[in-house]
C-alpha cells in the first residue's frame, strides 16, 4: 500500500503543527503550504523540519496553489490557513476576505482542476453563528457579526458547492476556541495567562 500524502495550508500555526504531528504517526507524508513572507516563523514545527516538506504558496494567489498541488499529489488537503483575529479584519475586511473567504475558493479550484481525487478539508468557525444563541449543531443558522466570520461563511458554503456542483469530497470542520502551548500570544487567552502568570512570578503587578 502506497504511503498517504497530506497537504496543510497553514502548517506553521497551532493546529496546523499538531495535525503534522497526527499525520506523521500515522505514516503519511506530509507537506505544508508556507508563504514566503510568512511572519510567523517555524518556531512550532521547528522539530519537524527534517519530517515535512515545505512548498511556497499564498491563498492570494490561484498559480501557487496549483503548483503546490501539481508538486505533491495530495490525497488529502487541509485548508487551516487563515488571517485569525476578528478584531483586526474590521481594520482589514478586504485582505481577510481575500485571504479565508477567496482564498479556499482558489484552494478548492487548484483541486477541482489538478487533482480532484484529493480529499479537502475547510476550516470552518463558531464565528459564522454569531447571535444564533447556543446549543449549536451543523444546521443552526449563520448570523456572522465580522468580515472575519462573513468570510468564513462564504469559505464555508463555497466548500459545500464544490461537493455537490464538482463531486469533489470537500467537508467543513466548524472550530471553536482552542487552547494549547503553541497558541499565539496575540490571542486575548493567551495575553490573560502569560498576564496572570507574569503576576504570580512577580514579574508584574498588573
Known amino acids: 500500500m502506497s504511503t498517504k500524502r497530506a497537504l496543510i495550508v497553514g502548517i506553521t500555526g497551532q493546529d496546523g503543527s499538531f495535525l503534522a504531528e497526527l499525520l506523521l504517526s500515522k505514516g503519511y ?3 505544508g ?14 522539530h519537524l523540519l527534517n519530517s515535512v516538506h515545505l512548498l511556497e504558496g499564498d491563498l492570494c494567489d490561484g498559480s501557487s496553489l496549483e503548483r503546490a498541488v501539481m508538486d505533491c ?17 474590521f481594520r482589514q475586511p ?15 479550484e487548484a483541486i477541482a482542476s489538478r487533482h480532484p481525487s484529493a480529499r479537502y478539508y475547510q476550516a470552518s468557525s463558531s464565528e459564522m453563528f454569531g447571535t444564533t444563541p447556543p446549543p449549536h449543531s451543523e444546521t443552526s443558522v449563520f448570523h456572522p457579526r465580522s468580515p472575519y466570520a462573513c ?8 466548500t459545500v458547492h464544490y461537493r455537490e456542483a464538482y463531486g469533489l469530497y470537500a467537508c467543513n470542520g466548524i ?17 490573560i495567562a502569560y498576564g496572570a502568570a507574569a503576576i504570580h512570578l512577580g514579574m508584574s503587578s498588573s
Not at 514566503?36 to 512550532?44: D, H, N
Not at 476576505?97 to 484552494?107: K, P, Q
Open 29 to 31: 507524508q506530509v507537506f
Open 33 to 46: 503550504l508556507k508563504r514566503r513572507t510568512s511572519s510567523s516563523g517555524l518556531s512550532r514545527i521547528a
Open 73 to 89: 499529489l495530495p490525497d488529502e488537503v487541509y485548508n487551516l490557513g487563515a488571517q485569525s483575529f476578528v478584531r483586526t479584519s
Open 94 to 108: 478586504l485582505a481577510t476576505t481575500d485571504v479565508n473567504g477567496l482564498g479556499a475558493v482558489r484552494l478548492l
Open 151 to 158: 468570510a468564513k461563511v462564504y469559505a464555508h458554503h463555497m
Open 175 to 191: 472550530l471553536y476556541n482552542h487552547e494549547s502551548p503553541r497558541r499565539g500570544r496575540d490571542f486575548v487567552t493567551q495575553k
